[in-house]
């Protein structure tokens, strides 16, 4: 896959960072909401940041290894929940529209009865659904047999561009979740794969797997990292992750092409965009990481990224829940760097 980063803007960071040291605080005393502030600012291009408008992407798929046992809910699970996001149920949706977060839901894959999806009705005007063209394709059993091939690959990649390109024109922020029974055992496999790690390192209870259902997981891990290990970074997305994981990569992709700002909810999201990091570390200065959840997996994997979550709230949900738990931070930070008075327009003496 081919996409064009921008770089940051040093003189919009000069110029933000200028500012932080003239409004009325302590140099510093606003911790990391005043470096969010400049870094924000020097992926936008200016000096006054901003994260909204914003919008919420969540695609949906479901997986052949969840008929191995891997999880203890069943496949039908997904598009229950899809239906769920779409009249409002899911807690997802639930903390968009608290904080005014428009919401797209993306069919990339889902088993089911999608025409009750397709026709749901929508309860207002901040969600959305729609199904990418990718989502009849077939899918493989990821212990055997890439999950996809390069055609299914690029489509998947493509819808998660398209999902971008429908969001308003002036959207700052973009957060990217997912949901598909069985994809924390994909994010296993390609961390494990990516970086090297051993599968019972990285796999984690998901969904509540435990005993023989973990057991299952962890050998699917490890036969898949047998089979992908030494791959590219994108061909290690292609062999062992599914359809919302390459959507994901695209959208973001996408997005910080459009300097927008992108936050990465939980291990799902974080396994779908680390390849795109290893291929081009320069994505790294437009991408915040929302926070470190429960899953084993997903702290090795920050760690390996050698980035810094902004919450370790114990979330393991997905879904981008993690990423819409942190937006208010980003919010603030771009509040307070944008309208507090300085010291000479407040009348207030500065330190000596």
């Not at 428009?102 to 089911?112: A, N, T, Y």
Request: glycine fraction near 8%.
């Amino acid at each position: 896959m081919r996409w064009s980063m921008p770089a940051p803007c040093e003189l919009s960071r000069a110029a933000a960072a200028d500012r932080q040291l003239r409004l009325t605080k302590p140099p510093g005393s606003l911790g990391r909401l005043e470096s969010l502030a400049v870094e924000i600012a020097a992926w936008q291009a200016t000096d006054r940041p901003q994260v909204r408008p914003a919008s919420v992407l969540i695609f949906a798929a479901d997986h052949p290894i969840a008929q191995a046992d891997v999880s203890p809910y069943p496949q039908s699970v997904t598009a229950a929940m899809v239906k769920n996001f779409i009249r409002g149920g899911a807690a997802s949706v639930v903390m968009a529209q608290t904080l005014g977060v428009g919401v797209q839901v993306i069919d990339v894959g889902v088993v089911g009865p999608r025409e009750v999806i397709s026709r749901a009705a929508l309860p207002n005007s901040s969600i959305s659904f729609w199904r990418a063209a990718v989502a009849d394709a077939d899918e493989a059993d990821i212990r055997w047999a890439d999950a996809m091939t390069s055609d299914v690959f690029a489509s998947a990649w493509q819808a998660g561009c398209d999902a971008v390109a429908t969001v308003l024109p002036d959207t700052r922020c973009v957060i990217l979740g997912e949901m598909g029974i069985a994809n924390s055992t994909l994010a296993a496999a390609v961390t494990s794969g990516l970086c090297n790690f051993a599968p019972d390192q990285v796999t984690g209870p998901g969904t509540g797997a435990a005993g023989s259902c973990l057991a299952r997981k962890i050998e699917a891990v490890g036969q898949v990292r047998a089979r992908v290990s030494g791959s590219p970074p994108l061909e290690i997305l292609r062999r062992a992750g599914g359809r919302e994981l390459a959507a994901i990569a695209g959208a973001a992709t996408a997005a910080l092409a459009r300097r927008m700002v992108v936050i990465v909810d939980g291990f799902i999201a974080s396994a779908a965009i680390a390849p795109v990091l290893a291929v081009d570390p320069a994505a790294r200065a437009g991408t915040i990481f929302s926070h470190v959840g429960s899953e084993p997996g997903h702290r090795a994997l920050l760690e390996w990224l050698k980035v810094s979550p902004l919450l370790a709230l114990g979330m393991a949900l997905g879904e981008g829940t993690g990423g819409l738990a942190a937006f208010p931070l980003l919010d603030l930070a771009c509040a307070t760097h944008n309208s507090m008075l300085t010291f000479a327009e407040a009348g207030v003496p500065d330190r000596v």
